[in-house]
């Protein structure tokens, strides 16, 4: 094939997608995402909110002058609760995705044919006799 040929295809072809990074992706609203989705969202928004707060803090070495006194500030606590809380949601969002893969799909949909067909198995004809 000529670099001719091959220009001409691709000009042909455009609207092919030829690398990851040509995927059209749409900017997705907040209040575009499902319920679930929202308070992922709004909990990892409060656990980056600690991170930051936790780092600021932690610029003063937690310790602020005041007029007549001095106020110690935790720092280390916030930075240490954030860690935990975006661990516990980055594996909680990975769980999640993981029963969307299509064979999790497939095996709830299996397990749920067989659960019907035995439940049915011992549901009587529809011909009754009086």
């Known amino acids: 094939m000529s670099a001719e040929d091959k220009n001409k ?8 997608i030829k690398y990851p990074s040509e995927v059209p992706v749409n900017k997705l609203d907040f209040c575009d995402l499902n319920d679930m ?3 992922w969202v709004r909990k990892y928004l ?3 909110s600690k991170e930051t707060l936790g780092r600021v ?9 005041v007029p007549n006194a001095e106020v110690s500030m935790d720092a280390e606590t916030l ?15 990975q769980a999640w995705l993981e029963t969307l893969q299509s064979d999790k799909v497939l095996e709830r949909r299996a397990a749920e044919a067989t659960n019907l ?3 049915l198995k011992y549901v ?3 011909i009754w006799a009086i």
């Open 9 to 16: 295809c691709i000009q042909e072809c455009n609207d092919i």
């Open 37 to 39: 989705s929202k308070i």
């Open 46 to 48: 409060t656990a980056l």
């Open 57 to 65: 803090r932690g610029k003063f070495s937690g310790a602020l002058k």
């Open 79 to 93: 930075l240490a609760e954030s860690k935990e809380e975006k661990a516990a949601l980055i594996s909680e969002l």
């Open 117 to 119: 067909n035995t439940t």
């Open 124 to 126: 009587p004809n529809g």
